[in-house]
């Protein structure tokens, strides 16, 4: 695990200052730090990934299928140990290994590379059914999604196919910041319960909600929590640094107005 001043580890409250060292004019603020308190949460109490061993067969696998808005991944796993923290400052420079979309062969602990949105459920499914082939009964697959990319008919296809089957291992986080061009008729959740899954809604801020509603039995069944997170929570969660251009705090109602949200939800 990583340390601060190589005196202690690095905690929530120090992730602020860890995104606050990339800068640049495409790092996705809102969408970024939308994914913040989820992604803590799962490295730091729910994951069973080391940084020693990041290759380790009976790891668990995380798929950051939200991949345009890397900020946040980056900060927590150079705070978890898995990348120094002194490549945070290069974030999106030409010879860095920190992308705008990560890259799974530059990255230490990136299982995908992603950013086009849309296939990371349906990568995460067919690593559960590989796990599965293999015999490897302990580790688990978890996937985050934008809830924008729920408009996708591969995840649709997805969402079917794993309960169908019953993969139970297989764990996908929604963030709802209510980006999504569409929707779903009674909500996200209810739509993965249709198709057989265990499914739960929760506060995506709330971190005890969060550890209960990842560590939740679900047998026999895939599990998915709904992590709903005010769109504008974004810039309090940052408050006080340069992660957020002026601009960033209000993108979503300024920039890019009702009659045009179907050109931003992609980026959600």
Do not use: C
Request: no cysteine; net charge negative; glycine share 12%.
């Amino acid at each position: 695990m990583a340390t601060k001043t190589g005196t202690r580890p690095y905690g929530y409250d120090d992730l602020r200052g860890l995104m606050s060292r990339m800068t640049g004019d495409e790092k996705h603020g809102p969408a970024a730090t939308s994914t913040l308190d989820v992604l803590w949460v799962l490295y730091d109490r729910v994951l069973r990934i080391s940084p020693n061993a990041p290759d380790d067969p009976e790891r668990d696998r995380f798929l950051l299928s939200k991949g345009h808005g890397p900020m946040a991944y980056y900060a927590v796993l150079a705070a978890r140990g898995f990348v120094p923290e002194e490549w945070l400052t290069g974030f999106g420079a030409y010879d860095s290994p920190l992308g705008h979309h990560p890259d799974r062969t530059l990255v230490p602990g990136a299982e995908i590379g992603s950013g086009s949105l849309g296939h990371g459920l349906g990568l995460a499914v067919g690593s559960a059914l590989g796990l599965r082939a293999q015999g490897l009964t302990e580790p688990r697959v978890w996937t985050l999604v934008g809830d924008a990319e729920m408009d996708e008919g591969s995840n649709l296809e997805a969402v079917q196919y794993a309960g169908a089957v019953g993969l139970d291992r297989l764990n996908v986080v929604v963030v709802d910041n209510r980006s999504a061009t569409h929707g779903w008729p009674g909500g996200l959740a209810s739509r993965f319960e249709a198709e057989g899954w265990s499914a739960v809604t929760v506060d995506g801020r709330d971190h005890q909600a969060l550890f209960d509603a990842f560590t939740a039995p679900h047998p026999g069944r895939p599990h998915v929590v709904v992590a709903r997170v005010e769109a504008k929570d974004a810039a309090a969660v940052v408050q006080g640094t340069n992660v957020l251009r002026d601009d960033d705090e209000d993108e979503d109602e300024d920039r890019y107005p009702q009659s045009h949200h179907s050109a931003h939800s992609h980026q959600n």
